[in-house]
């Protein structure tokens, strides 16, 4: 059960993928990347729930087997890689149930200890990604993401494709090579919309504009209070910066907007 790709390449892969190995030692299952061959491909991949990210490299071995390399030995893995840099790298799984790894190069080698019992119990990662590839497209109103978990894909790649299937869908980010993909989960808000803060920006452009029941109006427009009466915008504000309106005829009597809205019912008109 061995494979050869480069040291560059295994080097690469496990950065891309390295941010997103759990520390939780409560999860014990998520604290190791995955090290899988099957159908032509050496896979590394990590999750910790929120994020996964899954990098590949082509092999000419059609052996398929899978290993782990614990959070704790990830550093002095990436360090050996950088030194062994272009060197072909002979990666083996070792036999049996321990789910250890060994790499060797034609001048040093270096073993990863792994405990098989720890790992057995690792998310089915193909079906959670092509759940997410496979799902029908829908509009995302607004979606929110956790700017923490963003940072991970900064070794990612200098360029990323990204799209989302829906609200509810993970954030889906590929490389150009088809040798990079990821998932982030969003933060979950039952009734998400963008227009509020749209309204808030808009307005702060706009200092002759207001937001009533969550839309935005112009001040030097028509407005009516509860009566049917005529407001309008005096064009002064108060030292703290409120806008004054006053009724049509009453200019020497202004109210601030929110004392109107308030008091009054002032609303735009029809």
């Known amino acids: 059960m061995t494979v050869n790709t480069s040291a560059h390449e295994l080097h690469r892969m496990l950065t891309q993928i390295a941010p997103h190995v759990s520390d939780d030692d409560t999860l014990p299952t998520l604290t190791a990347v995955r090290v899988e061959a099957e159908g032509g491909n050496l896979f590394v991949l990590a999750t910790d729930r929120y994020t996964m990210a899954v990098a590949r490299v082509g092999i ?7 290993a782990y390399i614990p959070v704790e030995s990830l550093p002095a893995v990436l360090a050996w890689l950088h030194v062994a840099d272009t060197s072909v790298v002979q990666v083996a799984a070792d036999q049996g149930d321990s789910f250890g790894l060994t790499l060797a190069t034609a001048t040093s080698n270096m073993r990863i200890a792994a405990d098989g019992n720890a790992y057995i ?25 956790t700017t923490e978990f963003l940072a991970r894909w900064k070794d990612a790649g200098t360029l990323l494709h990204a799209w989302q299937a829906g609200p509810q869908k993970a954030l889906v980010l590929a490389d150009n090579e088809g040798r990079f993909l990821g998932l982030q989960m969003p933060v979950r808000y039952e009734t998400a919309t963008r227009q509020p803060l749209i309204n808030q920006w808009l307005s702060a452009f706009r200092p002759n504009a207001v937001i009533v029941d969550g839309t935005l109006h112009q001040l030097d427009g028509t407005w009516q209070d509860a009566d049917g009466d005529d407001w309008e915008f005096t064009g002064r504000r108060t030292p703290a910066g409120e806008p004054l309106m006053a009724l049509v005829g009453l200019e020497d009597d202004p109210h601030t907007f929110a004392q109107a809205v308030a008091d009054y019912g002032l609303k735009p008109a029809a």
């Open 60 to 66: 000419v071995e059609s052996d398929a087997w899978q």
């Open 121 to 145: 119990h690792y998310p089915n990662w193909r079906k959670t990604i092509e759940g997410q590839l496979e799902a029908e497209m829908e509009p995302v109103p607004m979606t929110s993401f």
